[in-house]
T-cell receptor, first 112, second 115 residues
Framework: GQNIDQPTEMTATEGAIVQINCTYQ??????LFWYQQHAGEAPTFLSY????GLEEKGRFSSFLSRSKGYSYLLLKELQMKDSASYLC?????????????FGTGTRLQVFP | DTGVSQDPRHKITKRGQNVTFRCDPI?????LYWYRQTLGQGPEFLTY????????KSRLLSDRFSAERPKGSFSTLEIQRTEQGDSAMYLC?????????????FGPGTRLTVL
């Protein structure tokens, strides 16, 4: 089956660093995405990893270990506007198609 | 460069009625996806088009659901005989097979409430 796990909720303080973990067990794997979703809005693309290692993009970094089925999203210098849900999604599944398989999302609250 | 657009943004209907949603993808994108998202959950895949061909349908998509992409541009998702369990956010995403990644870009969604 397909299983993607991430913590339900996290809290952090403005200016701090937070790491959101994601573990996955899927039949196929063509890459892992992180999306940000503010309440009532559509998901917006943050990062994509297909090879092992760290991808850095400004304040956000994403790491992937395919052998461990593990990824994390690192958010630095947190701002209030970073309060949102963060969705981990794997591309490819049983039929190795391009559909995204999402976790339930991690709701991050940033406090002043 | 306009993003993915969806219409309507909100729809309230009575149980048993039919509803239709429209999605206009990013103009050069040939792949189009529909997802459904309920509160507190991640989006769930419904169906996928490459150009006008519907290449995959989820088992979540009952016979009451049908999607089309007649000219390989915009797509419609119709739900017949709506049920309260159909209440959700319906998200459309598009992507292009060109380039290094197949990043899917999402529209604003259509929030359906079935009374």
């Amino acid at each position: 089956g397909q299983n993607i796990d991430q913590p339900t909720e996290m809290t952090a303080t403005e200016g701090a660093i937070v790491q959101i973990n994601c573990t996955y067990q899927t039949s196929g794997f063509n890459g892992l995405f992180w999306y940000q979703q503010h309440a009532g809005e559509a998901p917006t693309f943050l990062s994509y990893n297909v090879l092992d290692g760290l991808e850095e993009k400004g304040r956000f970094s994403s790491f992937l270990s395919r052998s461990k089925g593990y990824s994390y999203l690192l958010l630095k210098e947190l701002q209030m506007k970073d309060s949102a849900s963060y969705l981990c999604a794997v591309i490819g599944g049983t039929y190795n198609t391009d559909k995204l398989i999402f976790g339930t999302g991690t709701r991050l609250q940033v406090f002043p | 460069d306009t993003g993915v657009s969806q219409d309507p943004r909100h729809k309230i209907t009575k149980r048993g009625q039919n509803v239709t949603f429209r999605c206009d993808p990013i103009s050069e994108h040939n792949r189009l996806y529909w997802y459904r998202q309920t509160l507190g959950q991640g989006p769930e895949f419904l169906t996928y088009f490459q150009n006008e061909a519907q290449l995959e349908k989820s088992r979540l998509l009952s016979d009451r659901f049908s999607a089309e992409r007649p000219k390989g541009s915009f797509s419609t998702l119709e739900i017949q005989r709506t049920e309260q369990g159909d209440s959700a956010m319906y998200l459309c995403a598009s992507s292009s097979i060109a380039g290094r990644t197949d990043t899917q870009y999402f529209g604003p969604g259509t929030r359906l409430t079935v009374l």
